[in-house]
């Protein structure tokens, strides 16, 4: 129980308003002041939380999704070799992710119990990761967020002046005495198609 009077309750109410006041006054009599415009200007960002562009991959010597993710702390990555390897958002498996290349997306494993992307890591030329809840735009199956591979196109493979061309890729492995071969061929047809 409070050691105040109900009588000292409305004194005090009234010494606390009065003071409110009194400290208000100045601000309500304050000159108006004129201050100098600002200009906010940026630049429209990529809506991702992390994007991994074709020089990092580069510069990693990506050559499974394990490298091209690495240094990457939203994302991990799962599995011995690129067929098998499954990628995690903040520990979401990849089919609660919408996974997309090119804006397609990629609904279900190549094989049982393997991941859902086969792709060489030097034919992309952005890796984009939103992590945490899907947003709207991350689209359906996004409940732990979207990763969005976007491939290079012929042009950004094409050497200037050149038509056609191919990436040839062969790798060998010690622990299974295994090799990988891989093949891309590209070329430009016409000024509007490549």
């Known amino acids: ?29 304050a000159q108006p002041v004129s201050l100098d415009p600002i200009q906010v200007t940026a630049d429209r960002e990529v809506d991702a939380d992390t994007v991994v562009d074709a020089e990092t991959i580069e510069r990693f010597q990506a050559d499974d999704l394990e490298d091209v993710f690495a240094g990457q702390p939203d994302v991990s990555v799962g599995g011995s070799n690129s067929i098998a390897q499954k990628v995690y958002v903040r520990g979401f498996e990849d089919p609660l992710l919408n996974v997309s290349v090119d804006g397609a997306t990629q609904a279900g494993a190549l094989f049982h119990h393997s991941g859902r992307l086969s792709v060489e890591p030097e034919l992309f030329k952005q890796v984009e990761v ?63 198609w490549s």
């Open 1 to 29: 129980m409070a050691n105040s009077s109900p009588m000292k309750q409305p004194r005090r109410f009234r010494r606390n308003t009065l003071w409110l006041a009194l400290m208000a006054a100045p601000l309500a009599h």
């Open 130 to 192: 939103n992590a945490g809840a899907g947003r709207a735009t991350d689209g359906a199956g996004a409940l732990g967020g979207s990763i969005r591979f976007v491939t290079k196109d012929p042009d950004d493979l094409l050497r200037p002046g050149e038509s056609a061309g191919a990436l040839v890729k062969f790798g060998s492995f010690s622990n299974t005495d295994g090799y990988k071969a891989s093949g891309t061929a590209f070329g430009r047809l016409s000024d509007n």
